[in-house]
């Protein structure tokens, strides 16, 4: 995959500057400490021209992960919105992954930092089928324990996490992981979160031990509109493996349908669950095809 070329353009600290010319410093605290925050945004080429799907949200979520990290965070929310849509242009992109990341200056020390940089990047990234059905692994690692770092916040080094989470599940054959919190309750995906349908009802784990994604609550605004009964309660992997179907939701991975977790095979057919219509809807309202305002 490549991520820029010489062309490619970035917003770093107020300016656009080309991607081969931006330096960064060795003995940044975010480098050496995971001491950072980032975000995952999309835009889509929709009729009405590019559209940043839920760009506030997003960048509120990065202001608020900054803030649980003690990370200041000197940015108003509006000119970080303007400066991404100028980014895409500047880029001539229009289907895009957007990743703003917060780094910290040179120190060694385990202080709080007393300063921080912003870059926004984005290359293109082309519609998902959703076709394909994802087989989990419940993983060996579990999510960290809330009370060891804020899992509310979008930080870098919550990662290492996610990287031997999937590292794991594809070295065992499937093609992404599960994982499970401290109380050994279902958590969620290294990048994603989890629904899984009962007898036409969903479910899914609270806010607490996951990252609160934008995705899952567009999900849950989603059951609202489409009168699909909604609960938010831990699931156990018993829980899980009683399922009649299942999926993840992310910005990147959008809706994704499952076809197994374990040796264990979801029996309903995917296009006839109600995970399947939350695809579809989901499809709609990111390329604009529904106006969130009137169907929500
Ligand atoms: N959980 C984790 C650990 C993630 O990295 C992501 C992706 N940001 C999600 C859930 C889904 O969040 P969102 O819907 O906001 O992309």
Redesign the pocket.
Known sequence: MQYYNSETILFTNGQFERAVDVTTDLYGQSLHYGYAVFE?IRAYNTHNGTRIFKAREHFERLKRSAELLHIPFKWKVNDLIKQTYKLLELNNLKDAYIRPLIYCPPSMTLVAAQDSSIMICAWEWGAYSGSELLRLGISSYERPNPKSTPMEA?ASGNYVN?ILATTEAKSKGFDEALLLDMNRNIA?A????IFIEKNGRLFTPPLGN??P????ATVIDLCRVLDIELTEKHLTVKDLKHADSAFL???ATEIAGLASVDDYVFPLTWTESAGATIQRTYKSLVLDKQNYETII
């Not at 994604?213 to 899952?216: A, N, P, V, W």
């Open positions: 995952g979008k996610s969620e290294p990048g994603a979160n996951i990252l994604g934008l995705t899952r939701c992310g910005t």
